[in-house]
């Protein structure tokens, strides 16, 4: 872990008091303890410290332990222990803290720190000429599944590009941060997988966290009067018959009602149709797209979401090389090919064409342009 201390007396303020409404505020948090548990408060105290004044000075950390009657020294252990405790002057509108731990790292976090570097100062800990921006870099806040992430004050951005961390810079730095809303910024909710569902997509209803299941239909009621021919109830006691004299089974007397009376509506039991399989999807070959010679150097199709070595290596089969071809794709050729690779919708859901369009028209550079981040 890095030595970390208190900025220079040059940068010290004189003193520290709280405000009115965090002073209430600090009170009231200190009682949530029991009596000689105060010191429990340190924490959250020293947060709001920093919240109101944008760092932990000197005079702050005195202030805290003589509200709270610990050693000045317990405190100064607690703020430079805890990386999210500032010990020097941070950017007065955004402090940006990029994460780089290896899932971040593998999904372009050294890219946002460039970004960084470029439009705030090469150094972390150092603000921009203005006094307005800092950053650095920090160990995994928490958001794998949507790397990479920066956090700035309390707020996640999370599934950042560069292109998009320069527009939140630059908003922050105009004093309209709150033009951008934290979390994802892409299509997806919270940690949820990118995209459209891929499995369990036939003839499932999505169950919401607020819904209320329907409840059963209810049983329609039984008839109070049985009808005239109806059989006479059968129960698991032996029962004498009269003309053999000997007791039979309940389960006998009831075989015997039903031989008599044959065909009865009433008494017959419903025969179950068997349902026929769902005929197979038909493939009309003049459906299937047309194929070319494999160029010299053919595309990476692999930069289309949803297309992985295997489906190139098969759409190459079909003689499918390019990102233009699968530009023109129509209606009936997309339904070819997705009845070919039995992907029930994958084609439609992920969009390939416009993402061919995107790569054939301009690469990488016009895709980031259409869809805010890089292809796969």
Not at 15 to 31: C, P
Not at 132 to 144: D, F, I, K, R
């Amino acid at each position: 872990m890095s030595v970390r201390r208190l900025a220079e007396e040059q940068f010290q303020p004189a003193g520290f008091s709280f405000n009115a409404e965090n002073i209430a505020w600090a009170e009231a948090t200190i009682r949530k303890y029991p009596a000689g548990r105060q010191q429990s408060a340190v924490i959250p105290l020293l947060m709001r410290a920093q919240e109101q004044e944008g760092w932990v000075t000197k005079a702050a950390i005195e202030h805290v332990g003589e509200m709270l009657d610990m050693p000045f020294i317990r405190v100064l252990e607690v703020a430079t222990f805890y990386t999210q405790f500032q010990l020097k002057p941070v950017g007065t509108r955004a402090h940006i803290q990029v994460c780089g731990t290896t899932p971040c790292m593998l999904r372009g976090a050294e890219d946002l720190i460039h970004v960084c570097k470029s439009k705030i100062h090469p150094e972390p800990f150092e603000r921009n000429a203005e006094g307005t921006l800092s950053w650095e870099e920090v160990e995994c806040q928490g958001a794998c599944v949507n790397a990479p992430m920066v956090m700035i004050f309390k707020d996640a951005y999370e599934d950042l590009t560069v292109t998009q961390l320069e527009h939140i810079i630059d908003r922050f730095a105009a004093g309209k941060g709150s033009d951008i809303k934290p979390g994802p910024q892409v299509d997806r909710i919270f940690s949820a997988p990118a995209g459209a569902p891929t499995t369990l997509t036939d003839d499932i209803q999505p169950i919401r966290f607020n819904d209320t299941p329907a409840p059963a239909p209810a049983k329609a009621e039984e008839a109070s009067v049985p009808p005239a021919n109806a059989a006479k109830p059968v129960t698991d006691a032996p029962e004498t018959d009269k003309s053999l004299k000997t007791p039979v089974t309940a389960k006998k007397a009831a075989a015997e009602n039903v031989k008599q009376k044959g065909d009865n509506a009433d008494t017959a039991r419903p025969v179950e149709k068997e349902v026929a399989p769902a005929p197979a999807p038909v493939m009309d070959e003049k459906n299937r797209p047309a194929g070319i010679e494999r160029p010299e150097t053919p595309d990476d199709l692999k930069m289309i979401s949803g297309v992985g070595p295997k489906i190139e290596a098969t759409l190459n089969g079909l003689g499918v090389y390019t990102f233009e071809q699968i530009a023109k794709w129509k209606k009936a050729e997309r339904e070819w090919v997705d009845t070919y690779l039995k992907f029930s919708g994958r084609i439609e859901r992920d969009d390939w064409v416009k993402q061919a369009k995107a790569l054939a028209k301009g690469g990488e550079a016009e895709y980031i342009k259409v869809f805010g981040k890089k292809p796969r």
